[in-house]
């Protein structure tokens, strides 16, 4: 069955690092586009970044265009997104999905647990 595992989250300072993980199994992780999505306290989901097949196309919301890159090892069937420069405004829940395009939208039809990432002096 497909799973998605979120780690790597924690406590850090503004302006600090952290690299979260997502690890897949279940089925043909290179064949997917995949997406990181965040939720945060008393907030709706908001999207943060897709990665395609390949790893050379990536996409990113305003809110982390240069501070957040997504990127993947498909033969260790695992998608990355490194957080640099990080704010308060970050602190949130951080989920991992498989993603397909239908009719010109994106859906995200499996989702991990989600690592808890809190920004904090």
């Known amino acids: 069955q497909v799973q998605l595992v979120e780690s790597g989250g924690g406590l850090v300072q503004p302006g600090g690092s952290l690299r979260v993980a997502c690890e897949a199994s279940g089925f043909t992780f290179g064949i997917y586009f995949m997406t990181w999505v965040r939720q945060a306290p008393g907030k709706g989901l908001e999207w943060v970044s897709r990665i395609h097949t390949g790893g050379l196309q990536t996409y990113y919301t305003d809110a982390v265009k240069g501070r957040f890159t997504i990127s993947r090892d498909n033969a260790k069937n695992t998608l990355y997104l490194q957080m640099n420069s990080l704010k308060s405004e970050d602190t949130a829940t951080y989920y991992c999905?498989?993603?397909?395009?239908?009719?010109?939208?994106?859906?995200?039809?499996?989702w991990g647990q989600g690592t808890q990432v809190t920004v904090s002096s």
């Open positions: 999905a498989r993603s397909k395009l239908y009719g010109g939208s994106w859906y995200m039809d499996y």
